[in-house]
Every structure is written in structure tokens, then in C-alpha cells.
């Protein structure tokens, strides 16, 4: 779950439009504000609200 830098500078939760960061453990990017946690399918992020987990 490579993903680069210059892209998650640019993401934002949906919801809150905070910051996000990967979880080292699982393939997800977490909000840690919403505490949404939103994934990564074939190293692509899925940043939908209907998509996200609450952890």
C-alpha cells in the first residue's frame, strides 16, 4: 500500500475535510477526527463516506 506522499498532502476526509493518514496495519487511510477509516483498493483510495468504517 505504497502511497506517495504528494498525494496524501492533497487528501482530505470528505466528511470533516481534515487531514488523513495510513494505518500501518491494514489498507486503509484514517480520519482520526470522524474516526473513519476509508480503504485502499488496488492502491487506489476510496474516499467515499458510504465507504468508510468507523474503528
Not at 42 to 51: C, G, K, Q, S
Amino acid at each position: 500500500m505504497p502511497i506517495r506522499p504528494e498525494l496524501l498532502e492533497i487528501l482530505a476526509c470528505p466528511q470533516c475535510k481534515e487531514a488523513i493518514h495510513p494505518h500501518p496495519e491494514d489498507d486503509t487511510l484514517r480520519c482520526d477526527r470522524c474516526r473513519l477509516a476509508y480503504p485502499i483498493r488496488d492502491d487506489i483510495p476510496v474516499m467515499l463516506v458510504d465507504e468508510a468504517q468507523g474503528y
